[in-house]
């Protein structure tokens, strides 16, 4: 009976580290899903704040037309302004600077573009009324 005893002790050993080790991986893949998440949502939060920024500057701006509209994005100061409110953003949020962020004028609409933890995200800013 002794050798049934050791045998069954040796498998329950062997299925408690089994079990430790799946718990293990199951935390990793949690904590990696979670960071996924909060870069997403400070790239969204990062490219909105940009967004704000530019579009701060376009009403003071005035109305400007399609050619001012792509001038207007060219400017370095707004193109500044709208790179420091994506890194005020993304810092509140705990993660690094984002790597790129640009303007891009369509006619008269402007796109921010923001890169973030790899990914791009983009705001679509409206002509003011």
Do not use: C, W
């Given at each position: 009976?002794r050798d049934e005893r050791g045998q069954a002790l040796v498998f329950s050993v062997l299925l408690l580290g089994l079990a430790a080790a799946v718990l293990v991986g199951l935390r990793d893949a949690q904590?990696?899903?979670?960071?996924?998440?909060?870069?997403?949502?400070?790239?969204?939060?990062?490219?909105?704040?940009?967004?704000?920024?530019?579009?701060?500057?376009?009403?003071?701006?005035?109305?400007?037309?399609?050619?001012?509209?792509?001038?207007?994005?060219?400017?370095?100061?707004?193109?500044?302004?709208?790179?420091?409110?994506?890194?005020?953003?993304?810092?509140?949020?705990?993660?690094?600077?984002?790597?790129?962020?640009?303007?891009?004028?369509?006619?008269?609409?402007?796109?921010?573009?923001?890169?973030?933890?790899?990914?791009?995200?983009?705001?679509?800013?409206?002509?003011?009324?």
């Amino acid at each position: 009976m002794r050798d049934e005893r050791g045998q069954a002790l040796v498998f329950s050993v062997l299925l408690l580290g089994l079990a430790a080790a799946v718990l293990v991986g199951l935390r990793d893949a949690q904590d990696r899903i979670l960071d996924n998440v909060r870069d997403e949502r400070a790239g969204e939060a990062a490219v909105a704040a940009a967004g704000k920024a530019v579009a701060d500057q376009q009403r003071a701006a005035g109305d400007l037309d399609r050619a001012g509209t792509a001038a207007f994005v060219a400017r370095p100061d707004v193109i500044d302004a709208a790179r420091a409110a994506a890194i005020r953003l993304a810092r509140l949020h705990g993660r690094a600077d984002p790597s790129a962020v640009s303007l891009h004028a369509f006619g008269y609409e402007i796109e921010v573009h923001l890169t973030l933890g790899g990914r791009q995200h983009i705001a679509l800013l409206e002509p003011p009324p």
